[in-house]
């Protein structure tokens, strides 16, 4: 690199820095990656889950903890979670939201009704189209890659990042961080 685009650079860097205020600022906010994803429960129940940067938030549950437990059916340790998860979200039912994210495509509402009743999957289940994306969409944003092991379990609180967990995790490991977000 020459001397002459050095100066250049620097000179745009300033004058950029020297040009900023609070209504610049905004702009650069608004320009942040935001998506959409819209998600259904086994009830019929619709969800509406955004991201805005690395952040997500479910519409009308921004003050509870979301846990989101991406799984397949056929998974062992997906199926192992699913009792542990239904025990958190009845005992903190107030305060947090539990939302299994189905990875799987085209399965019917009447095949995971079947896999809620034999794993006692008692929690918010979404079937919905949207599911693989807001999955890669988490995954991202917490690097573990596109081909990532389940069940992933990425929880947020007020919309930030506050821990996941990989695999089979105890239901203490998690409830030690529910207690930590809710000062309990």
Not at 3 to 32: H, W
Not at 59 to 69: A, H, N, P, R, S
Request: net charge negative; hydrophobic share 40%; with cysteine.
């Amino acid at each position: 690199m020459s001397l002459k685009q050095i100066a250049i650079a620097i000179s745009t860097t300033l004058i950029l820095i020297g040009c900023s205020d609070s209504s610049q600022q905004s702009e650069l906010n608004s320009l942040v990656s935001t998506s959409s994803y819209d998600l259904v429960d086994l009830k019929s129940q619709a969800y509406i889950v955004e991201k805005a940067g690395h952040n997500f938030t479910v519409t009308g549950l921004e003050d509870k903890v979301i846990i989101f437990d991406i799984f397949a059916t056929w998974c062992p340790p997906c199926r192992a979670a699913a009792p542990n998860l239904t025990s958190l979200q009845n005992k903190y039912k107030d305060d947090i939201k539990i939302m299994g994210i189905l990875i799987e495509e085209e399965k019917t509402t009447e095949y995971v009704q079947r896999f809620v009743d034999a794993y006692g999957a008692e929690y918010t289940i979404s079937n919905a189209e949207d599911n693989r994306d807001l999955s890669r969409a988490i995954a991202t944003t917490i690097d573990v890659g596109q081909s990532f092991p389940i069940p992933l379990m990425v929880m947020y609180y007020k919309g930030n990042y506050i821990n996941h967990y990989i695999g089979a995790v105890p239901e203490e490991m998690i409830e030690s961080d529910i207690k930590r977000i809710l000062k309990k």
